[in-house]
């Protein structure tokens, strides 16, 4: 499938599974999160006292866990078709520790789907697993997201015209123009050179009402 052709949520199917690329969790990585999230919790950041804790060195911010898992199943091959308008919440379990050289991955299971109030709109709930190189889960649980009927994603807007290219931003394009179902607001999808990005206002036109 062309990386830029779109997987909608008639093509999500219960039971996909999908694994994600493996990536190695680095000190850098935590003293990095440290930093963003300002938790320098003496069991992120303090190697020597560490040393007497019962895992007996730093151990990655369970959030950074999560955080790398969602950029993880992102790189999976096939995750930019996804048609996805929104991250709705996660309920999520921390099971083991995370290490400094620990290489872990994820798997991901669609668990279930439903259509939403919003003519247009499904919800897809997937079962996440991080695993690490030993095989043991360090953390696991659900995350929930908004995906685009096939449609409505393709329904019309007048006034923009496909492949218009934006002074200042030679490698956008419009690949198509979108009403996401009636009485919600339009918006644009720009197709770059890593798959497609949407774009909640173009040309004046008012941010998505979801």
Known sequence: MNPTDGRYYEDVEVGEEVVSPARTVTETDIV????????????????ELTKSMPFGQRIAHGLLGLTIASGLVARTPGAEQLRLVAFL?????????????????VIETVASKRETSKPGLGIVIFDAKVINQRGEVCQEGQWMETHV???????????????ETFPGHPHAAVRSCTGLA??????????????????????????PAF
């Open 89 to 105: 919440g996660t309920t999520w379990d921390i099971r083991k520790p995370i290490l400094i050289g620990d290489t872990i991955h």
């Open 149 to 163: 009927h096939d449609a409505q994603f393709h329904a019309r807007l007048p006034g923009v015209i496909d492949g």
């Open 182 to 207: 009636e009485g919600c607001s339009a918006h644009a999808h720009f197709l770059f050179g890593w798959g497609t990005l949407a774009v909640e206002s173009a040309r004046g036109l008012p941010r």
């Open 32 to 47: 990095n999160f440290a930093g963003l999230s300002g938790d320098f919790n003496v069991i992120h950041t303090n190697a």
